[in-house]
T-cell receptor, first 110, second 115 residues
Framework: QKEVEQNSGPLSVPEGAIASLNCTYS??????FFWYRQYSGKSPELIMS????GDKEDGRFTAQLNKASQYVSLLIRDSQPSDSATYLC??????????FGIGTKLQVIP | SAVISQKPSRDICQRGTSLTIQCQVD?????MFWYRQQPGQSLTLIAT?????????ESGFVIDKFPISRPNLTFSTLTVSNMSPEDSSIYLC????????????FGPGTRLTVT
């Protein structure tokens, strides 16, 4: 059973702080990794993808991948109340199939 | 990214009936996927729908319950058959880009309530 583990939260951070979201996965042959943001009542929206070890930055978002530790994280700098949402970690294995974690609910407190 | 639409956006259906959900994409895509998201849960893949071949179903999902059509590279349908209240969920279609890392983009979803 291929699993993607996330802490369901909620994770509360004050406005302007760095939010750190973490994800572990069980399938060692996983090839690419995604972070999605899902607002309540909406469908998931792709934030970033990453497939090489290290950091990948896009604006206020940084994704970090460590394949040896089977660990993916997402950092959100200068968190805003509009960042309050559920963040889904997703892991792609063979045949382009993606497994999603349960998601971490982030609350940014003004 | 592709623009994806789904119809209907929501519906309330009686048990024992069937509902067909449509997914339309504004560009040609090879791979389309159907997911279910039950309240408070994450996304569960129902099946992969490739044009020109039978859909590939995940464990726990069968064609008789969730028949899928993929007549061309921009359109797919998912039917939820002989519905029960346990089928109440959000159903989402997604499409994948044709190149690595095959990012997936989601439609707005169909919220189904079975009474």
């Amino acid at each position: 059973q291929k699993e993607v583990e996330q802490n369901s939260g909620p994770l509360s951070v004050p406005e302007g702080a760095i939010a750190s979201l973490n994800c572990t996965y069980s399938d060692r042959v996983s090839q690419s990794f995604f972070w999605y943001r899902q607002y309540s009542g909406k469908s998931p929206e792709l934030i970033m993808s990453i497939y090489s070890n290290g950091d990948k930055e896009d604006g206020r978002f940084t994704a970090q991948l460590n394949k040896a530790s089977q660990y993916v994280s997402l950092l959100i700098r200068d968190s805003q109340p509009s960042d309050s949402a559920t963040y889904l970690c997703a892991v792609q294995g063979g045949y382009q199939k993606v497994t999603f974690g349960i998601g971490t609910k982030l609350q940014v407190i003004p | 990214s592709a623009v994806i639409s789904q119809k209907p956006s929501r519906d309330i259906c009686q048990r024992g009936t069937s509902l067909t959900i449509q997914c339309q994409v504004d560009s040609q895509v090879t791979m389309m996927f159907w997911y279910r998201q039950q309240p408070g849960q994450s996304l569960t893949l129902i099946a992969t729908a490739n044009q020109g071949s039978e859909a590939t179903y995940e464990s726990g999902f069968v064609i008789d319950k969730f028949p899928i059509s993929r007549p061309n590279l921009t359109f797919s349908t998912l039917t939820v058959s002989n519905m029960s209240p346990e089928d109440s969920s959000i159903y989402l279609c997604s499409v994948a880009t044709g190149t690595f890392p095959y990012e997936q983009y989601f439609g707005p979803g169909t919220r189904l309530t079975v009474t």
